[in-house]
């Protein structure tokens, strides 16, 4: 796993939680940007897994 795969990993599980915060308390605005973390952080997780099966496939 690498750099890209965890931090997108974790963007995606903040971006989730500030999703629910926001549709919990009924501020739309929180959850559009919890939204937009996760969907970045999913995006950062793709790059990551293929960064690392282009280094696996170098090999």
Do not use: C, F, P
Not at 12 to 34: C, H, L, S
């Amino acid at each position: 796993m690498n750099k890209n795969q965890v931090k997108g990993r974790e963007n995606e599980a903040k971006g989730k939680v500030q999703e629910v915060t926001g549709k919990v308390t009924g501020d739309k605005g929180e959850e559009y940007k919890g939204k937009a973390k996760k969907h970045g952080g999913k995006a950062e997780a793709v790059l990551g897994d293929i960064n690392n099966d282009a280094k696996k496939e170098s090999k």
